[in-house]
């Protein structure tokens, strides 16, 4: 998908230059749709969070026309990733005349940020988030997480997560710099712990060569890290800082293969949904399986 490619160069320019792009539209929460509230998904926000924006809120042409409203002259759309479902009849068809097809394909749609567009009120909680309530809505997140690993804290613990044993360790809170750099930490760790067979059993497959599998683990933990860091209103120039510094060895990968982008945003996007207690059907991305490994433990 040329699309992917386009992003792919722009998250490496972005990375080499020392910025983390996907940050800059995330203050007032993960992007959404205008016309049903719904927060956009995996690869999406990416594409619409390396945006100069300053809204949350994104409309197609169409839906700004019927909500009365309408795109300024000459201000450019925003491409996003749909996936449209294949009807039962035609992967039974596939299946009877031997060939393989996917349950679902993707397809181009546009956007228009709230920026762009005249004529449309800009929602009451189209703000940035509320900096003394960050701190509060990632422990009420934290306490929500269903199936929650045992989560232990030591002044001599490095931060890992020990799928054997289901056990998250830390340093203690007092150790880090910061209550943020904490919770992206612990976001880290508990992304991770979402591949548990208790959970989403994404570390149970043991294919493939075992160092790109634990490297795709540790970029889906980092990925969906910097979700919960968003919905939270997490965004503090050390936290960024790090998150770019660790995704930045990632460039050499993304050359190689570009659908590594949409695979690990995919994944990180269910293993968020979870801890946000979300059900997991309501998914509209594609989850496309990369093979990991439980190995030891991993940071």
Known sequence: MNLIQTLTDRIIASLEAG???WHKTWQGGLPASLSTGREYRGINIF??????FSSRYWVTFREALR???????????????YWKWRAPEEIAKAEREGRRT???YPFISHVFNLDQVEGLARPENDVHHEPHRRLEIADLMLEMMPSKPEIQHALSFSPCYIPDFDRIQLPHLSQFTSAENYFSVLFHELIHSTGHPRRLNRLAQDSGNRSERYSFEELVAEFGAAFLCAFCGIRTAQVEA???????GWATVFRKDPMVLLRAAS????AADFIRGKVVTEARDVEVS?????VGAVA
């Open 19 to 21: 910025k983390a792009p």
């Open 47 to 52: 594409l619409l969070g390396t945006q100069e």
């Open 67 to 81: 909500l009365g409203g309408h795109v300024r002259k000459g201000e450019k759309a925003t491409p996003i990733v």
């Open 102 to 104: 996917p349950p679902c």
């Open 242 to 248: 790090l998150q770019t510094s660790y995704i930045a």
């Open 267 to 270: 994944a990180a996007q269910k």
């Open 290 to 294: 990369t093979p990991t490994e439980s």
